[in-house]
T-cell receptor, first 115, second 116 residues
């Protein structure tokens, strides 16, 4: 079974530029998450989708971050304009559903450095 | 507000030792607790998931316990190996305050180094 796929793996951009990350969840998984992990910290949820609808985006900095999940499968996370403090790993994860007992599966992450 | 703390932040042990990683959480009203492993430059791999009604889960050399009333979980690793070197994170799932649905909140992790 293929895992959660993310691209690009690494990205270096200058502040005020834009960047987009792509995620393909495990086939059939209805729930998709984007997490931000700053070095030395645990992952922090940015946004959660159930199929193509947003369930939770309370911690998403909406003035610069946006995310979509068209057709309830792939998802993209965009940052525009980027700030230095956005340097982090952006982890995409998926689970079969949002039921509390379901295991969450993570991708390998997209590493962003803003200079 | 739910907070998750992991102690120690880093741990170095010689190969073959048994070790315990600790995780504590402030609100005992959780649905489950999950332990993850993160290798450098990689994503998170789920190791064990303990439901709130369970006391422990085992997988190979790993054993995770949960004491919900005291807000604690431990991950026991038996006969450690150099390949166990990684960062171990725990996460709890709980009801989001003032919102529908649940949230998963992570600790900062314990970085384990096992020397041969």
């Amino acid at each position: 079974e293929a895992g959660v796929a993310q691209s690009p793996r690494y990205k270096i951009i200058e502040k005020r530029q834009s960047v987009a990350f792509w995620c393909n969840p495990i086939s059939g998984h209805a729930t998709l998450y984007w997490y931000q992990q700053i070095l030395g910290q645990g992952p922090k949820l940015l946004i959660q989708f159930q199929n193509n609808g947003v369930v939770d985006d309370s911690q998403l900095p909406k003035d610069r971050f946006s995310a979509e999940r068209l057709k309830g499968v792939d998802s993209t996370l965009k940052i525009q304009p980027a700030k230095l403090e956005d340097s982090a790993v952006y982890l995409c994860a998926s689970s079969a559903s949002s039921r509390v007992g379901n295991t969450i599966y993570f991708g390998e992450g997209s590493w962003l450095t803003v200079v | 507000k739910q907070e998750v703390t992991q102690i120690p932040a880093a741990l170095s042990v010689p190969e073959g030792e048994n070790l315990v990683l600790n995780c504590s959480f402030t609100d005992s009203a959780i649905y489950n607790l999950q332990w993850f492993r993160q290798d450098p430059g990689k994503g998170l791999t789920s190791l064990l998931l303990i439901q709130s009604s369970q006391r422990e889960q085992t997988s190979g050399r790993l054993n995770a316990s949960l004491d919900k009333s005291s807000g604690r979980s431990t991950l026991y690793i038996a006969a450690s190996q150099p390949g166990d070197s990684a960062t171990y994170l725990c996460a709890v799932r709980y009801n989001k305050p003032n919102q529908a649905g649940t949230a998963l909140i992570f600790g900062k992790g314990t970085t384990l180094s096992v020397s041969s």
